[in-house]
């Protein structure tokens, strides 16, 4: 019986080797496959990372970019502004020059043909001295109105109606021309 217990401890040693080596190949096989689907995982994993983090990326140099031409914009209009606030101030500074008698005396004139017929003209209380003879030599009454401050006011006949013509306002009604007219010389 040693024989045949040798011959079939043989064959279940040779069966066991063999279900080892299947199950060997098996666990090589899953672990292989494991680790193509672990790498294909973390491949995809990057992939999505590299693009949310180029998404973000974007994101943010459009919102810095955002920023920047916001504060570009507000400088601009700072810049514009403060170009209105010098033309004003340099409009007032006319009033005391020596010249401005003749400039006055231009703003009524085309007050007076635009409106025709007038009555009176009103001007500052410190410009009635500078528009005297032309009012006298129009046949207009010469008044004063604090409020006028660089320019002139006609008063049609009867009064019911006025064509006022000041520098300042001038430059109002003209000011979104001038401005953009302003920011071109400055910016290009």
């Given at each position: 019986?040693?024989?045949?217990?040798?011959?079939?401890?043989?064959?279940?040693?040779?069966e066991?080797?063999?279900?080892?080596?299947?199950?060997?190949?098996?666990?090589?096989?899953i672990?292989s496959q494991a680790?193509?689907?672990a790498?294909?995982?973390?491949?995809?994993k990057?992939?999505?990372l590299?693009a949310?983090?180029?998404?973000?990326?974007?994101r943010?140099?459009?919102?810095?970019?955002?920023?920047?031409?916001?504060?570009r914009?507000?400088?601009?209009?700072?810049?514009?502004d403060?170009?209105?606030?010098?033309?004003?101030?340099?409009?007032?500074?006319?009033t005391?020059q020596?010249g401005?008698?003749d400039?006055?005396?231009k703003?009524?004139?085309?007050?007076?043909?635009?409106?025709?017929?007038?009555?009176?003209?009103?001007?500052?209380p410190?410009?009635?001295?500078?528009?005297?003879?032309?009012?006298?030599?129009?046949?207009?009454?010469?008044?004063?109105?604090?409020?006028?401050?660089?320019g002139?006011?006609?008063v049609?006949q009867?009064g019911?109606?006025?064509?006022?013509?000041?520098?300042?306002e001038?430059?109002?009604r003209?000011?979104?021309?001038?401005?953009?007219r302003?920011?071109?010389?400055?910016w290009?």
């Open positions: 019986m040693s024989k045949l217990e040798d011959i079939l401890q043989s064959e279940v040693a040779a066991i080797s063999a279900i080892a080596a299947e199950a060997e190949a098996k666990v090589q096989s672990l680790a193509q689907q790498e294909a995982l973390k491949a995809s990057e992939r999505q590299e949310e983090h180029a998404a973000a990326l974007r943010a140099e459009s919102a810095a970019e955002l920023l920047v031409n916001q504060a914009i507000a400088a601009k209009g700072r810049v514009v403060q170009v209105k606030a010098e033309a004003l101030q340099a409009l007032q500074n006319l005391t020596p401005f008698a400039t006055l005396q703003l009524a004139e085309e007050a007076l043909a635009e409106l025709g017929q007038a009555e009176a003209v009103v001007v500052n410190a410009h009635t001295t500078l528009l005297a003879d032309w009012a006298k030599a129009k046949g207009l009454e010469l008044k004063a109105d604090p409020t006028i401050r660089d002139v006011r006609l049609a009867g019911r109606s006025y064509v006022q013509n000041a520098l300042t001038r430059l109002e003209a000011w979104d021309a001038l401005s953009a302003a920011a071109k010389a400055i290009g």
